[in-house]
């Protein structure tokens, strides 16, 4: 059974530093490529950044780029977000998604970003 199980979140004031991560099971990490999503109260979910199988590659919505990393340890079964100079507009809730499995979602976790 695939798990996704994201944490790390929590409230922080602009400007701050988080550092998400997500665990994963039921699959072999190695072998799909990952990506970080966010919905925020009222809109949309959004894909945040996404990185290759190897870690070889990623990409960055707008949104995030200059301020997330997204990278991963196979090893571990764990992919993470680094999110840095945060913004209000940053508060969602963010969820790990594996490429090979599309469509199954963690229950996320929350990030405020509020002075």
């Known amino acids: 059974q695939v798990q996704l199980v994201e944490s790390g979140g929590g409230l922080m004031q602009p400007g701050g530093s988080l550092r998400l991560s997500c665990a994963v099971s039921?699959?072999?990490?190695?072998?799909?490529?990952m990506s970080w999503y966010r919905q925020a109260p009222g809109k949309e979910r959004e894909l945040v950044a996404t990185?290759?199988?190897?870690?070889?590659?990623?990409n960055y919505a707008d949104s995030g780029k200059g301020r997330f990393t997204i990278s991963r340890d196979n090893a571990k079964n764990t992919v993470y977000l680094q999110m840095r100079s945060l913004k209000p507009e940053d508060t969602a809730v963010y969820y790990c998604?594996?490429?090979?499995?599309?469509?199954?979602w963690g229950r996320g976790t929350q990030v405020t970003v509020s002075s």
């Open positions: 039921g699959f072999t990490l190695s072998r799909s490529a």
């Open positions: 990185i290759s199988s190897t870690g070889g590659r990623t």
């Open positions: 998604s594996a490429a090979m499995y599309y469509g199954t």
